[in-house]
């Protein structure tokens, strides 16, 4: 977005802080002067949050590609992979509340 004059766009803060090391127009915005950051989730002082759904039309048929997918990611590989990317699973949250809406 930086081509673009006033333009924005949305990130995950492990992008963000990555690109913001070569990107010297790249500005992070604060909610309630709080950084983004995952201790600020943990702790609840950023008050952003967001869950990932998965929706389905009942239940994947057996050894189908959605059902497999659905086991991995919730199995201890894919959990890896997503921590890999510094996500943080809501299961592993020291302030549960960030993960349900309010």
Do not use: H
């Not at 950023?46 to 389905?56: D, G, M, R, S, V």
């Amino acid at each position: 977005m930086s081509g673009t004059a006033g333009g924005f766009g949305y990130s995950e803060v492990t992008n963000a802080e990555k690109r913001a090391k070569d990107d010297r127009d790249l500005v992070r915005i604060t909610i309630a002067g709080q950084q983004a950051t995952l201790d600020g989730v943990d702790n609840g002082d950023y008050p952003y949050w967001q869950t990932e759904l998965a929706y389905t039309y009942g239940e994947p048929p057996a050894g189908s590609l959605a059902a497999a997918f659905l086991t991995y990611l919730t199995e201890q590989g894919g959990r890896d992979v997503l921590r890999a990317y510094g996500n943080r699973l809501c299961s592993e949250v020291e302030n549960p509340r960030v993960c349900e809406p309010s």
